[in-house]
C-alpha cells in the first residue's frame, strides 16, 4: 500500500471536523466560525459559509444528499440545503460536541455538553434528553434503530430512537479514559453490528450492539481523536495526537500510515465508495490523499495467492476454483508460491506452509517453518527448500530455518524473477535486469549464467515448456521471443505488457497489451481478441488474467491457431493445439481436413473426438484396403470425397484412377441419374442400360410405379415392367407390353397371362397363351374360369389334353350335386377308379344322413358299375364280381329298412302289415353276419313284434320282444315295447293251426317282387357273359307265419 497526496489547502483555525457529500463531489469542513466547501476533485473551494458566531466543532451529511447540519460552541445547530443555504436553526443550552444523521429516517442527533437532541423535518420542535455526562461523539447503526453515544467519563449510552437508553457499556478505566471517538460498521455483511470505540486511554476496542466486547483492547500509543471505516468496512482510518492517519483493519490489526501531518489530526474520513481519504489538522491543514493498494500475489500454474484484507491470504485454485482463507494477525507484504510451498512475507517474519498431501486438488496449508527476523526486499521468491529475496541488484538464497546460504550481486536493478523448476534444491531461476540483461540462476549455484542481453530493459519474461525459446517483454512494451540455443531473435511483437508461454504446446504464447489478448502459434501471424488486465499464466485451453486485483482463468478457444497449422497441412500440429481445446465444429473440421490430406492416423483421432463412426469406418476400411497392398492416392480421396458429398470431384478422381464403375455406382445409389448420364456421354450401351435399370428400381422404391415401367421397357427389363403394372392394376399396360412381346419371350409372357387372369381377364390371357403357342396352359384357363365349352372344343382337336379337361369336369360336376354327370364325366375321362370313389362317398354321405332309399340307389350303381370294370377290365373280373354281389345284397338291404325306418319314424304308414311283416322277417334273415352301416336291429324287431302280434302270430312277437329286451332301446321306444311284452303275455304260446302258413313258392316270389327292389333295380341289364342274378325267396317259419291270403291288415 502507498498514497500519493492529491490536493492540499490550508485554513486559518483549527480543522475540528469535515464530511462528505454522499456522491463524493464536495467537501463540507468546518474551520473556525465557518463552513468551508470544497470541490473534491482538485481541491478548489466552491463556497465559504458564514452562518455561526463561534468555532464549529461539526458537520454532517444526511444519507439522501439534501441537507447537511452543522454545531458550533454559540450551541446552536444549522440544517443546510445541498445547494447551501441555511434553512433551519435551533439550539441546545451548551456548546454542540457532535451531529450525526440517521442513515435511514435522515432524523438529526445532536448532541451537547449536556444533553442530547432529536429532529426530523417532520416534527416542529426538537426532543432533547439530559446526559449526566459530556457527550463527545455519537454514531447510529446501519439500519437506524440505535444511536451510540461516547461519554467523557468512558461509558458508552446505546440509545433508541427515541432517546430511551438500551444498553450501557461501562469500560475499565472509566473518566481516565474519556471516549473521543466512535463509529459503527457501516458494511452489510457482518452478521452483527460492530462499533468501534477510540478512548484516550489510548485504546482501539470493538463492541456487539448488546454490549459485549469483541476481542481483546488494542493499543494505540497515542490519543486517538477520530475513527472511521471505509464505505465497505474493510479498514478503519484513525487519527490524533501522533500527528499522522493509520490505516487498520476492521479487526484492528495497523496496515500502516497514510501521510504524516505537522499537527494533531482531529478529523479524517475516507470519500464515499472510493480509496481517497480526506485529513483536516490542528494547524488547519486540509489534505486528500489517495490510498494506492498493490496487488500482492503469486502464482504457480494453476495455483493463485493473492492478499485480502490486507492480512490474509487465499490460495485459489484457477481450473476448480475451490478457494482456502489463511487468516493473518498482521499486514502481509509478500506472497510467493511453487509446487506445495507458499511464502508469506511479514512485518517481523516470513511463514513457510506446505500442502497437507500430495494430492493435486489439495487445497489445505500448514506452517513448516517460521522465519522470524525482518527482511527488506522487493520481491520475494519460494522454491522447495529455499527462500530467494530480491532487494534492488542483490539475490539472497536462505533456507527455511532463515539461514542465508548463497548471494548473487547483479550489474543492474533486477525487474523480474521466475522459478522454472527442477529438482528439489537445484531450481533454476530466470532473472530479467533493467539493463536486458536476462540470466539463468541454480539456487545450488554461486555462478549466474547469461542466457541473453538486450538493449532494452526487462518488465517480463517467460521461457517455454521445453526451454529452448525465451518470450521478454521489455520497456517498449514490445514481446521479442529469443532461440534461446542460438540467441536468435526468432520475430517480436508490439503492445505487450505481459506475456506467458502455453505449458502443454510449446508452440504457442500468449501476450496481453492495449486492451487485447494476443496469441501466437509458431510463425503464424498474431490471433487478438479483447482482454482487460494482464496475462500471467497460459495453461492448455485456460488463460490465466489479473485484472485490476482479481485473477480469473479465461477459457480461449484455440481455433485460430488451430486452423492456421490446418491451412499449411501440419495435420499433427493442429490435432496438438486442438487437444488443448476448441469446438466440436473445429474438431470435426480438422478431422475432414486431414481425411482430406490422407492424413488417416489425425483423422481418426479427430472423428473418434467428434464420435462419427461413419468416418471411421471410411477410414478403417481404407487402412484395410492399404494393408493389403492398395496405394491409390487418387481412389482413396475419391471415397473420401464421396462420403463429404463432393460427388463431382469424386467422379473425377474415380474416372482418373480408372474406377469409372465407382463413379456410376455412386451416381445410381445417390439417385443421381442425370448426373450419371452427363458423365457417362455416349459410351458403353450396357451401361447406359444398367444405369436406366438402377433408375427404374430407384423409381419403384420412391412409389412412381409408371415411371419404373417406362425405364425399366426401355432397359429391357419387362419382367419387372410387367410385374409393376400387374401390382397395380394396369390391364391396358399389359395388354400393350403383351402384345409387343415376341412370342419367343415365354418367361413374361406368362407374367402377362398371369396377370390377366389374375386380372379377371380370362380372353387376354388365352390371347396370351395362343400366342405362345401353350395349349396346356390355355385349357387349365379354361378350367379354372369354368368355361368348358372352349375347353371341351380344345381337346376334341388335341385329344391328349382330354384328362385335363374331363377330370377337372366330373369333379366340378360332383361338387355341384351333378353325379350322375359326373360319372359320365369319369367315365369318358377313362377314370373308372374316380368314378367308383365318388359314387362310394355318395353312398357313405346318403346313410349318414338316413337317406336310406337313396343309399340303396347308389349301392345299385357301384353293382353296375363294378359289373362295368368286370367286363373291360378282365385282370378284375373276380374281384369285381364279388363286390358286385356285395353291393346288390346292400342296395336290397338298404331298400327294405328304408320303409322299415319310415314305419318307426313316421306316425302313419302305407303298407299292409303283412307286408311290414315279410320286410322285418326278410332284413332278419340278412342281418345274421354283419349289420350294415345306419341299420338299426332295434328298429326292424319293433316291427317285427308289432306286426306278428297284429297277424297273430304271437310266438314270433314274443320272440322278437324278448330280444329287444337284450338291446340297447331308445327311450321313444321303451314304453310302447314294455307295453308290448305285457300284452303278448295274454296271448296263447301257440299259434293257432288256422293261421299256419301256406303259401307256394311262387306266390311267395311274387309277393316280394312288390317290395323287394325298385322297379329300375328289378331288371339289371347283365352282362351277356355273366349268369343272370334275381332276388332269392326268404325261408319262412311254417308256425310263424300265416298264409298271405288268409292275412288282413292290421292297425300298430
Partial sequence: ????????????????????????????????????????????????????????????????????????????????????????????????????????????????????????????????????????????????????????????????????????????????????????????????????????GQKLSFYQLSGKQVGKDRMLNFDPCCVSYFTKGEYILLGGSDKQVSLFTKDGVRLGTIGEQSSWVWTCKVKPDSNYVAVGCQDGTISFYQLIFSTVHGLYKDRYAYRDSMTDVIVQHLITEQKVRIKGRELVKKIAIYKNRLAIQMPEKILIYELYSDDSSDMYYRVKEKIVKKFECNLLVVCSNHIILCQEKRLQCLSFSGVKEREWLMESLIRYIKVIGGPPGREGLLVGLKNGQILKIFVDNALAMVLLKQSTAVRCLDMSASRTKLAVVDENDTCLVYDIHTKELLFQEPNANSVAWNTQCEDMLCFSGGGYLHIKASSFPVHQQKLQGFVVGYNGSKIFCLHVFSMSAVEVPQSAPMYQYLERKMFREAYQIACLGVTDADWRELAMEALEGLEFETAKKAFTRVRDLRYLELISSIEERRRRGENSRELFLADVYAYQGKFHEAAKLYKKSGHENLALEMFSDLRMFDCAKDFLGSEDPKDTKMLIKKQADWAKNINEPRAAVEMYLSAGEHTKAIEISGDHGWVEMLIEIARKLDKAEREPLSKCAFYFKQLGNPGYAAETYLKMGDLKALVQLHVDTQRWEEAFAVSEKHPELKDDVYVPYAQWLAENDRFEEAQRAFHRAGRQGEALRVLEQLTHNAVLESRFDDAAYYYWMLSMQCLDIAREHEPQTTEMLQKFHHYQHLAEVYHVYHFIQRYTEEPFSFHLAETLFNMSRFLLHSLTKEIPLGISKVNTLFALAKQSRALGAYKLARHAYDKLQGLQVPARFQKSIELGSLRIRSKPFHDSEVKLPFAPANKLKSALSVWALPPSLSSPQLPSSLPAISPKPFPLDAHAVAPVSSLSPAGG
Fill in 1 to 200: 500500500m502507498r498514497t500519493a497526496l492529491t490536493w492540499r489547502d490550508k485554513a486559518e483555525q483549527c480543522i475540528y471536523d469535515l464530511a462528505f457529500k454522499p456522491d463524493g463531489t464536495q467537501l463540507v469542513i468546518a474551520a473556525g466560525n465557518r463552513l468551508l466547501v470544497y470541490d473534491t476533485s482538485d481541491g478548489t473551494l466552491i463556497q465559504p459559509l458564514k452562518g455561526h458566531k463561534d468555532t464549529v466543532y461539526c458537520v454532517a451529511y444526511a444519507k439522501d444528499g439534501k441537507r447537511f447540519a452543522s454545531g458550533s460552541a454559540d450551541k446552536s445547530v444549522i440544517i443546510w440545503t445541498s445547494k447551501l443555504e441555511g434553512i433551519l436553526k435551533y439550539t441546545h443550552n451548551d456548546s454542540i460536541q457532535c451531529v450525526s444523521y440517521n442513515p435511514v429516517t435522515h432524523q438529526l442527533a445532536s448532541c451537547s455538553s449536556s444533553d442530547f437532541g432529536l429532529w426530523s423535518p417532520e416534527q416542529k420542535s426538537v426532543s432533547k434528553t439530559k446526559t449526566s455526562s459530556k457527550i463527545t461523539c455519537c454514531s447510529w447503526t446501519n439500519d437506524g434503530q440505535y444511536l451510540a453515544l461516547g461519554m467523557f467519563n468512558g461509558v458508552v449510552s446505546i440509545r433508541n430512537k427515541n432517546g430511551d437508553e438500551k444498553v450501557k457499556i461501562e469500560r475499565t478505566g472509566g473518566a481516565s479514559a474519556p471516549i473521543w471517538s466512535i463509529c459503527w460498521n457501516p458494511s452489510r455483511d457482518e452478521r452483527n453490528d460492530i462499533l468501534a470505540v477510540a478512548d484516550w
